[in-house]
């Protein structure tokens, strides 16, 4: 079981990044994913889920009309776009694979973690 994070890296304030989360076959068929994030010194925090089939997705407010998550299953791979960035959204990114095939807030609900990737934004 792999999940493989990518994309991060450095960004002006109000560019885009796009990260990709490559996971095995066995984890991606029928489960949700997520995106979390952690910044230094605070707990990790929901960024966005999706459900198996694409049709459902939740975002965290603080996110909401800037990122936008996707998958595409036929290439086993989760993706966050991400617009307008702030230095708020500073963090490293972990993509998730959930317990069951609808998305959720709950990071307990997920069962497999990437190695995380490093966004940074400058002001």
């Known amino acids: 079981v792999q999940l493989q994070a990518s994309g991060g890296g450095l960004v002006q304030a109000g560019g885009s990044l796009r990260l990709s989360c490559a996971a095995s076959?066995?984890?991606?068929?029928?489960?949700?994913m997520g995106w979390f994030r952690q910044a230094p010194g605070k707990e990790r925090e929901f960024v966005a889920a999706?459900?198996?089939?694409?049709?459902?997705?939740q975002y965290a407010d603080s996110v909401k009309g800037r990122f936008t998550i996707f998958r595409d299953n036929a290439k086993n791979t989760v993706y966050l776009q991400m617009n307008s960035l702030k230095p708020e959204d500073a963090a490293v990114y972990y993509c998730?694979?959930?317990?069951?095939?609808?998305?959720?807030?709950?990071?307990?609900?997920?069962?497999?973690w990437g190695q995380g990737t490093q966004v940074t934004v400058s002001s």
């Open positions: 076959r066995r984890t991606f068929s029928n489960n949700a």
């Open positions: 999706i459900s198996w089939s694409g049709s459902s997705t």
């Open positions: 998730a694979a959930a317990r069951g095939s609808s998305g959720s807030y709950y990071y307990k609900d997920y069962n497999y």
